[in-house]
């Protein structure tokens, strides 16, 4: 058994134990497991032409109330490649602080947006959009060490209007250096209802780090989302989202002597989801964006995806056609295969 393997069956077994025996202090246990199959002609890939299996990534989340004000959420991560990882720990205290209030201090996914602080097995379709990791600060995901601070603006009872402010360690920004750089996020998000019954989320972000700490090198991120949700009918609900990037960064381009350009880029991606007959969902999403190296070249994916849950949604099914189109390189073609399942009360929430 290796090292990795070793660590995570031990910390399965104490949760586990104080599950049992410590009934006063037990948390929500759950753990999600993703199986993947995929096939790509794309020839940037190092198994292009070769239909692949792996486990992706499996997640053991342990969350509890600590008391009535507060609460704590621990997510674990274990792959081949990197291992076993705290991808999440956090407090989140909601009562007991002036009407509104709220905070959150630990790691987590930094609330950019609509999809980064979500979990990619709760998208209604696999893998976020390459736009996300194009445009934002992280290597997979905009994950930090942070505070944050929330409050909820006195409004009507149809608008809820939400302001936080997170200051960040800024790791994210530079993952290659470890010289220490804070950095921050700002969100105004805002939920209306349409005529008493259709929902309409709208919502800006705006986040600035140091992405070279020995230079001085900084990127802003400026973002904009909106999402609705159209019922169709009794079994049938067509959920619209979209969001925009703008990325105004000086990237290095002499380690020696700290030259730097300005690069300023912008991307977006939409999707529509179609769920139907309770366990059924299909739907189709495009994103685009600016290349890093090159602003002037414009890359593209479209995909189609469909899901299917058993029963429940403790087994997912899903399926997907992606073709991804650089504007200066080869058009590669991927269809995968997932399935996702949970044991616990945390399930892959529908979107």
Request: aromatic share 14%; proline share 4%.
């Amino acid at each position: 058994m290796s090292k990795n393997a070793l660590i995570f069956t031990l910390s399965l077994f104490f949760i586990c134990t104080a599950y049992v025996f410590a009934e006063p202090l037990n948390p929500d246990i759950s753990v999600i497991g993703q199986f993947y199959s995929k096939y790509t002609n794309d020839t940037q890939d190092v198994n292009h032409d070769k239909t692949t299996m792996n486990m992706g990534e499996t997640e053991l989340v342990c969350e509890s109330n600590l008391n009535p004000y507060a609460k704590g959420t621990f997510v674990f991560s274990i792959s081949n490649d990197e291992g076993f990882q705290t991808e999440e720990a956090y407090i989140t205290v909601f009562n007991g602080l002036p009407d509104g209030l709220a905070l959150k201090a630990g790691k987590y996914r930094i609330g950019f947006g609509k999809l980064n602080p979500e979990h990619p097995h709760a998208y209604p379709f696999m893998e976020a959009p390459r736009v996300m990791s194009a445009m934002l600060p992280g290597e997979e995901s905009f994950n930090d060490t942070a505070a944050q601070a929330s409050y909820m603006l006195p409004f009507t009872d149809k608008v809820a209007s939400v302001v936080s402010v997170d200051v960040l360690n800024g790791s994210s920004f530079h993952p290659e250096e470890d010289k220490y750089s804070s950095a921050w996020v700002a969100r105004w998000s805002n939920s209306f209802l349409i005529k008493d019954s259709t929902p309409l989320e709208i919502g800006f972000s705006y986040t600035q780090g140091t992405n070279n700490v020995e230079w001085d090198k900084k990127t802003t991120v400026f973002g904009a989302d909106a999402k609705t949700k159209l019922k169709l009918s009794k079994t049938s609900v067509l959920t619209l989202q979209g969001e925009y990037f703008y990325n105004d960064s000086d990237v290095l381009v002499s380690e020696s002597t700290g030259e730097s350009v300005n690069s300023k880029r912008s991307g977006f991606y939409t999707f529509a989801n179609f769920s139907f007959l309770q366990r059924w969902n299909a739907g189709i999403i495009y994103d685009q964006y600016q290349n890093l190296e090159n602003k002037e070249l414009t890359d593209r994916t479209a995909k189609v995806f469909a899901g299917y849950s058993l029963l429940e949604e403790t087994t997912v099914l899903r399926l997907a056609y992606e073709k991804f189109t650089p504007q200066d390189g080869e058009i590669s073609d991927t269809v995968s295969f997932q399935l996702v399942f949970m044991m616990g009360p945390h399930k892959a929430h529908k979107f």
